[in-house]
T-cell receptor, first 111, second 112 residues
Framework: GEDVEQSLFLSVREGDSSVINCTYTDSSSTYLYWYKQEPGAGLQLLTYIFSNMDMKQDQRLTVLLNKKDKHLSLRIADTQTGDSAIYFCAEKSGGSYIPTFGRGTSLIVHP | NAGVTQTPKFQVLKTGQSMTLQCAQDMNHNSMYWYRQDPGMGLRLIYYSASEGTTDKGEVPNGYNVSRLNKREFSLRLESAAPSQTSVYFC???????????FGPGTRLTVL
């Protein structure tokens, strides 16, 4: 089946930039998402990108898509302690009801 | 808008007991989903309902049943709980357009 891979942990210092990486296998992916899960809560959509886009910027968040390499990244500028959470990458093809999620990257921000 | 709501928030069961997890959404979404989340395993799809009146199995359906009661409500039933079903359960629904999923706050279930 289709797969989405992420590294499990990332540790950064407050004020630095964080880059969370994701690779996927489905060449028909149409929608690519980043979700954030804070402790004890459900997943919240952070941002999304269509497969025909290369980049999307939204305040401190920048999403880069390399469709050739099937690589998606999320950059968080000026990372704050409130950004500590689990970040999930997900993809979905246009004809499917079912997104495929990665296992999540735990971002730890230390002072 | 309350979004996606789930009840209960916490539950402890003994092996063999049954229970139903409730989920409701007030966003007029067609599709609804049940996931379980276990440490290191990410999210695994149990069942989904593409539209009112239909339900389909996901990746890990064994030991569960679902009912799409109406467009708003999608329940998950454990007929005979097992310790392997100790997990956090999330309900989600999907909007049209961007096809983004909206998640409930989760139910934390422990089976002893």
């Amino acid at each position: 089946g289709e797969d989405v891979e992420q590294s499990l942990f990332l540790s950064v210092r407050e004020g630095d930039s964080s880059v969370i990486n994701c690779t996927y296998t489905d060449s028909s992916s149409t929608y690519l998402y980043w979700y954030k899960q804070e402790p004890g809560a459900g997943l919240q959509l952070l941002t999304y990108i269509f497969s025909n886009m290369d980049m999307k910027q939204d305040q401190r968040l920048t999403v880069l898509l390399n469709k050739k390499d099937k690589h998606l990244s999320l950059r968080i500028a000026d990372t704050q302690t409130g950004d500590s959470a689990i970040y999930f990458c997900a993809e979905k093809s246009g004809g499917s009801y079912i997104p495929t999620f990665g296992r999540g990257t735990s971002l730890i921000v230390h002072p | 808008n309350a979004g996606v709501t789930q009840t209960p928030k916490f539950q402890v069961l003994k092996t063999g007991q049954s229970m139903t997890l409730q989920c409701a959404q007030d966003m007029n979404h067609n599709s609804m989903y049940w996931y379980r989340q276990d440490p290191g395993m990410g999210l695994r799809l149990i069942y989904y309902s593409a539209s009112e009146g239909t339900t389909d199995k996901g990746e890990v359906p064994n030991g569960y049943n679902v009912s799409r009661l109406n467009k708003r409500e999608f329940s998950l039933r454990l007929e005979s709980a097992a310790p392997s079903q100790t997990s956090v359960y999330f309900c989600a629904s999907t909007s049209a357009g961007w096809d983004t999923q909206y998640f409930g706050p989760g139910t934390r279930l422990t089976v002893l």
